[in-house]
T-cell receptor, first 113, second 114 residues
Framework: EDQVTQSPEALRLQEGESSSLNCSYT??????LFWYRQDPGKGPEFLFT???AGEEKEKERLKATLTKKESFLHITAPKPEDSATYLC??????????????FGTGTRLTIIP | DGGITQSPKYLFRKEGQNVTLSCEQN?????MYWYRQDPGQGLRLIYY???????QKGDIAEGYSVSREKKESFPLTVTSAQKNPTAFYLC?????????????FGPGTRLTVL
């Protein structure tokens, strides 16, 4: 079964304490992976697109990486304003031969001042 | 400013009523999508449209209907046939057809059934 799993479900960090969020997937025919940030009660905000293993993207304190089985969102020296839920979404070819996009359930990140 | 707008922000529905959620984009994007978000679950696709006057069912289309008469607009109707409509509804658009383009989301509509 095609699956996208994010871990941990929730993560609390002290301000300045670097860490990583994980998005693992069991799909065939990966076509791309997206990272989004979502604040409570708002729509997701696009962060990164990764298309192939080995690719990396950076934006401010965030860095996304991709392997054949998973993606990591590294956050360096986070600030309280980085607190949000981070979603990943995977584009792949389904068993029926069509392109599908599946979202993970997200990691809720809290940065404590 | 280019973007996606959804209205209303909050919507209350009595059982047995149909309600329509609005989604408008001024990004000149071809494709538009409707998702439903429930606590503890990933976003689930309700309907999508890749071109005007055409749309396809997503994974959870039962109890919902859509139209795409204009490129900018993709309204979603939640019908009385939807058994559990209370959720956060998100509209999105992407520049091109196909799922490999990043999708940009509106602010969402929270629907509550009374």
């Amino acid at each position: 079964e095609d699956q996208v799993t994010q871990s941990p479900e929730a993560l609390r960090l002290q301000e300045g304490e670097s860490s990583s969020l994980n998005c693992s997937y069991t799909v065939s025919g990966l076509r791309g992976l997206f990272w989004y940030r979502q604040d409570p009660g708002k729509g997701p905000e696009f962060l990164f697109t990764l298309y192939s293993a080995g690719e990396e993207k950076e934006k401010e304190r965030l860095k996304a990486t991709l392997t054949k089985k998973e993606s990591f969102l590294h956050i360096t020296a986070p600030k309280p304003e980085d607190s949000a839920t981070y979603l990943c979404a995977v584009v792949y070819i389904s068993n029926f031969g069509n392109e599908k996009l599946t979202f993970g359930t997200g990691t809720r990140l809290t940065i404590i001042p | 400013d280019g973007g996606i707008t959804q209205s209303p922000k909050y919507l209350f529905r009595k059982e047995g009523q149909n309600v329509t959620l609005s989604c408008e984009q001024n990004l000149n994007h071809d494709a538009m999508y409707w998702y439903r978000q429930d606590p503890g679950q990933g976003l689930r696709l309700i309907y999508y449209s890749q071109i005007v006057n055409d749309f396809q069912k997503g994974d959870i289309a039962e109890g919902y209907s859509v139209s795409r008469e204009k490129k900018e607009s993709f309204p979603l109707t939640v019908t009385s046939a939807q058994k559990n409509p209370t959720a956060f509804y998100l509209c999105a658009s992407s520049r091109r057809r196909g799922r490999r383009d990043e999708q940009f989301f509106g602010p969402g509509t929270r629907l509550t059934v009374l």
